[in-house]
DNA sequence: GTCGCTGCAAAGTCTTTGCAGAGAG
DNA sequence: CTCTCTGCAAAGACTTTGCAGCGAC
């Protein structure tokens, strides 16, 4: 990989960033880089979605049919990138848990009922209020992350 | 009970309208007013925490030790009181889901990750972002929450 | 009386774990 | 070579469901 070259698009370059970083990470915790782990990193990368286990786990056999990738793998690894704040999960209603690359910009979610899709969004001034409160309480934010469910245009113009 | 009589604490009056409107709900759907049902939400409402169905369940043996009343029942009465909004549930981490009254009024959580504990707040900045944020996209927001994450003062001191 | 509700236990789901062989460093 | 990882299958944790008797209305 050459560096001085700028042909690469946004994606690419950050997720050479990200592999260098997750790399960094294994090695400074006597751990080992797999192939498995690998391709689950990419899988998350290349989703835009919020995956389930069971479901990128089903990605990932659709990319790599050969490697014949364990679920139980992917649970240790999500953990594992969990808890390196690699990826960050969020959890609601019946339908499990849902993982998404943390390494992303922060932001908050929409979640639409009906159709069951996340929308990914920033509020700035949220973001200032919510510092302001952890400061007044003396408590010391580690992460935060807010939900709003409902119902999006689309689908409500379905129900017409 | 006399309405006339004001010498009910807060608390008191809030439960016996909780009541009635749950006895309402239950009126409207055919459904039937069980000691169980009764129970469970009393013991929802005199609690101040946020209860994993497991923990309802021993705070209601611990209660009511002669009715006997089976974890199946607690589901199937949380499903019930989650799917009327009469109680809301909260999930986070590898801690599985909590529940809590959601008759009152609405609230934001900051989830203590060293003591477990849940403190609320609420704060009106953020709400009317949130309406603001709705209704640009076009959103019908039934429902939303915000949870932050952090290290209370107490277990700050407690590290040092 | 009727029909929904309950406890129990069995069945599902989802997630974690033990183990022996495979593979990274 | 060593020591971690992996897939598999079994075990665990949590939640739901079927059923026969019980109880609210």
Do not use: W
Not at 71 to 83: C, G
Request: charged fraction near 30%; include cysteine.
């Amino acid at each position: 990989m050459n560096t001085v070259n700028t042909n690469f698009n946004h994606k690419t370059i950050e997720y050479e960033q990200l592999l260098i970083d997750f790399k960094a990470l294994l090695k400074k915790n006597n751990l080992k880089f797999t192939i498995q782990r690998e391709v689950i990193l990419e899988t998350l990368y290349d989703s835009d979605e919020h995956l389930t286990p069971e479901a990128l786990h089903h990605l990932i056999q659709e990319k790599q049919p050969d490697l014949k990738t364990g679920i139980a793998t992917v649970y240790r690894t999500l953990a594992l990138l969990e808890e390196s704040h690699v990826v960050s999960s969020l959890s609601f209603g019946a339908q499990g848990k849902k993982y998404e690359l943390g390494a992303k910009e922060h932001h908050d979610h929409l979640i639409r009922t009906e159709c069951g899709k996340i929308t990914e969004f920033v509020d700035e001034e949220i973001e200032k209020r919510q510092h302001s409160i952890t400061n007044e309480l003396n408590f010391k934010m580690s992460d935060h992350s807010m939900q709003i469910y409902g119902t999006c245009s689309e689908c409500q113009e379905k129900k017409i």
